[in-house]
């Protein structure tokens, strides 16, 4: 076992005590943080939302030097209502060899390794910096990684080359994410007895055309060759996965609500699937105006889109990070994470930390002790590759 394990472990027990969810001020625990960084004499610096609420942070540990490495992790978390936990998720509890806690695995047992070898970062003699990074709102539409990994490439005259994203991936290596924007379709139509369904515009029939345009336009895509076999499924989704609308079988619908998501693998575009499905709605609404003059489709994304991650395999971090873990095989993974804004920024980039994404999310949240081992062992490595 690692010798810094047990400072790790303490670390990621008063981390867990702060249950920032995602949405929520993150001050409390970000002011933990820095009270640590603070002890230590590490120059931090934050990157606040509009309010003041929330902020990332992000520090630098090691020489003024190009080529630094950024290890990066949300600090904020998902809910609990309504989950039944055996164990306060808000009490680090240590059970068979587990650390159960909301966010153990997602994400903050990474955090708890990151800061667990800021000691060691600095006493190391660097040659190339270590970098962290700590975001917030990351699970509810990672809203704060773009700023954040911009602001790291403002800041420093000196850049970093690479980033490595601590979501739990079993300390595999990923090189890849789809990238996914959330989406809302209002439509409006005219009311009035179903036997009219010809003179009227049904709200709700036009929904059926839009949600046809989805299932097209997602054919077509496959049909065009546009695939990743590295992602499964190996190409973009469209998928509609509520509706409303509609107040009784004879009563033609006026209003009507879809709820959608295009999950874009990185060789998509989701600016142009959205900008030909506006082309689209525009061309179909004047159709529809020719019956009923107020008709219309209007769609709001739901937060801005998050980019996907489609780094190389034979791209510098991977073969570093692979060096770092013995992985000789990469992955990808199904979920959406900020690892695709780093890389957006400009920072090769793969997603690597510890504990199981099947364990994230759900009551009894926990990591492995053997995961957070893994990962000080990662950052051991790392330590020895940004020294010599
Ligand atoms: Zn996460």
Redo the contacts with the bound molecule.
């Keep these: 076992m690692n010798k810094r394990l047990p400072i790790c472990k303490q670390i990621l027990g008063d981390l867990i005590s702060y249950d920032v969810l995602g949405g929520q001020s993150n001050l409390t625990i970000l002011d933990y943080i820095i009270g640590f960084l603070i002890e230590r004499r590490i120059e931090y610096y934050l990157v606040p939302n509009d309010d003041c609420t929330k902020a990332s942070l992000f520090c630098r540990i090691g020489p003024a030097a190009d080529g630094g490495v950024i290890l990066s992790g949300?600090t904020d978390v998902v809910p609990v209502a309504g989950q039944d936990w055996k164990t306060d998720p808000f009490i680090l509890t240590e059970k068979d060899n587990k650390l159960y806690g909301r966010g153990s695995c997602?994400?903050k047992g990474f955090i708890a390794c990151c800061l667990a070898s800021a000691d060691l970062f600095s006493k190391a003699g660097l040659k190339k910096p270590v970098y962290f990074a700590f975001s917030y709102d990351?699970?509810v539409g990672c809203l704060a990684g773009p700023a954040l990994a911009r602001a790291i490439k403002s800041h420093y005259p000196e850049k970093p080359s690479m980033a490595i994203i601590g979501?739990?991936s079993v300390m595999k290596v990923v090189t890849g994410h789809k990238g996914i924007c959330v989406l809302k379709t209002t439509i409006s139509g005219s009311a009035g007895h179903s036997s009219r369904i010809r003179q009227e515009v049904s709200a709700v029939h036009v929904a059926a055309g839009v949600i046809r345009w989805m299932e097209d336009k997602m054919e077509q895509l496959i049909a065009d060759g546009r695939t990743d076999s590295r992602f499964m499924p190996p190409h973009t989704t469209i998928h509609a996965g509520m509706i409303q609308g509609g107040i009784a079988p004879n009563v033609i619908a006026d209003k009507c609500t879809l709820y959608w998501d295009i999950r874009v693998i990185p060789r998509d575009n989701v600016r142009e699937i959205i900008a030909e499905f506006q082309h689209w709605c525009s061309n179909y609404t004047a159709e529809l105006q020719k019956k009923f003059n107020g008709a219309s489709i209007s769609t709001v994304e739901d937060h801005p889109p998050v980019v996907p991650l489609g780094t190389d395999d034979d791209a510098a971090v991977v073969r570093l990070v692979c060096k770092l873990t013995g992985e000789s095989e990469t992955e990808t993974v199904a979920y959406a994470?900020e690892a695709g804004q780093f890389a957006e920024a400009g920072f090769q980039t793969v997603i690597c930390g510890p504990g199981d994404i099947a364990q994230?999310h759900r009551a009894d949240e926990f990591v492995d002790i053997n995961q957070l081992d893994k990962c000080l062992a990662m950052m051991d490595k790392l330590c020895g590759y940004l020294s010599s």
């Design positions: 949300h997602d994400m990351e699970e979501e739990p994470a994230a």
